[in-house]
């Protein structure tokens, strides 16, 4: 997909996060590995939904963090990583710069 060459493209627009059905297919299917990987039976319990789903969040807000250093090597701007994120530009830089080693940011790049 080509997401930064659109992004460049008009800067005038919030490319917000997009669940739909292949999220919810998605998660249904990482849900259902991690319960059958740590043996939890069936779903269906609460405990053990919330257990598995709080699992996934916390691994994929580790992640996050790699993906917006990679998307700063790549060249990516705060403000397209913001719209990626669906924040603003701000609030991406407030959150993930500390996080980012070797951050590329210019001063002009700042918010």
Request: glycine share 8%; aromatic share 4%.
């Amino acid at each position: 997909m080509a997401v930064h060459a659109a992004m460049n493209e008009r800067r005038d627009h919030h490319l917000a996060p997009a669940a739909d059905n292949d999220t919810e297919s998605v998660l249904d299917e990482a849900i259902n590995s991690l319960a059958r990987l740590r043996a939890m039976g069936g779903r269906g319990n609460a405990g053990v939904d919330l257990h598995l789903l709080t699992s996934l969040i916390d691994e994929a807000a580790r992640r996050l963090s790699g993906a917006v250093a990679q998307a700063r090597v790549q060249g990516y701007s705060w403000a397209e990583i913001a719209d990626l994120l669906g924040v603003t530009r701000a609030s991406a830089w407030q959150r993930y710069a500390g996080r980012v080693n070797n951050d590329p940011t210019s001063v002009e790049d700042r918010p």
